[in-house]
């Protein structure tokens, strides 16, 4: 069955047994089994990684707000831009490599990083119940180092040396800002109502991934569109085959199969 997320205006074609034991959402028996994996530890990591990102993330833009120079505006904006598209790729090679390999199983990743993608395409809309920490905590997690690096930077470096490094640092915590809230912004893809007027508008001029560019993404089995922060490179890569290509690279010198474990779990009737 070639199915796509329930959301408004939608309705899906399912035969009689499908619609009785294989419906997509929170009472798919595979979501519902997921869901229960989310563990209290997991929950104190995501407080912690939380916690300490939005801490660093303050004390860094402090910093670069009292070194901000006219001259620096030119190359700012470059490294903005450049940020954006660069964080836009990473999403996707994270979103395509956990969508496509491993398994729930694996340990230490497996329930605490690839769960929630398998969760995901059966139960799409679960994301937009999952409140802050939950939808941003493993984000802040893997910006932590770079943060830390520039934080180190800041209190070591020389104001000479600092003002050679701004345009770059300006880069990299653009990257950052956008990586830390790429599942944020995924979030808000996936909600229909009660966003705020700010985020729509940055949806409907394409600066923030829109809902539905995102959509085609999730239309089974899923292989497609894997960028989530802006989406900007999702047509290119499409049209070059980029994902397909490499799966096929992979499963060629590995025989693993794509996405053999999240059809397994979309496959889940009790």
């Known amino acids: 069955m070639a199915g796509a997320e ?12 499908e619609a009785s034991c294989c419906r997509w959402g929170a009472q798919h028996a595979g979501a519902r089994e997921l869901a229960a994996l989310y563990s209290p ?17 303050a004390y860094n ?16 904006v470059v490294g903005v831009v450049a940020g954006a598209l660069i964080a836009d790729f990473l999403s996707g090679l994270v979103h395509w490599g956990a969508d496509t390999w491993g398994s729930v199983e694996l340990p230490i990743v497996g329930k605490a990083f690839i769960r929630p993608f398998r969760e995901h395409h059966i139960d799409p809309t ?16 893997v910006t932590l180092l770079p943060l830390l690096n520039m934080a180190y930077k800041f209190r070591t470096h020389s104001p000479e040396a600092l003002e050679q490094l701004y345009p770059w640092e300006c880069f990299v915590f653009c990257l950052i800002i956008f990586g830390t809230f790429t599942n944020q912004i995924h979030k808000w893809s996936h909600t229909y109502f009660g966003l705020p007027r700010w985020v729509t508008l ?16 999730h239309v089974s089995p899923h292989e497609t569109y894997f960028c989530i922060t802006t989406g900007w490179l999702n047509y290119p ?3 070059i ?9 992979i499963q060629g010198l590995t025989g693993e199969k ?5 059809m397994k779990w979309a496959q889940k009737i009790k």
């Open 202 to 217: 940055l949806q409907d001029w394409h600066v923030i991934l829109p809902r539905k560019h995102h959509r085609i993404h």
């Open 237 to 239: 890569l499409e049209k």
């Open 6 to 17: 329930d959301g408004p205006g939608q309705q899906l074609e399912l035969d009689e047994d």
């Open 61 to 76: 833009l402090v910093h670069l707000l009292l070194l901000a120079r006219w001259e620096h505006t030119p190359l700012v």
């Open 126 to 141: 679960a994301i937009t119940r999952h409140d802050f920490i939950e939808t941003n905590g493993d984000n802040c997690l």
């Open 41 to 57: 530890g997991k929950r104190l990591q995501e407080w912690c990684s939380v916690i300490l990102c939005f801490s660093l993330i």
């Open 241 to 249: 085959g980029f994902w397909r290509r490499l799966e096929d690279l």
């Open 258 to 262: 794509p996405r053999a474990d999240d």
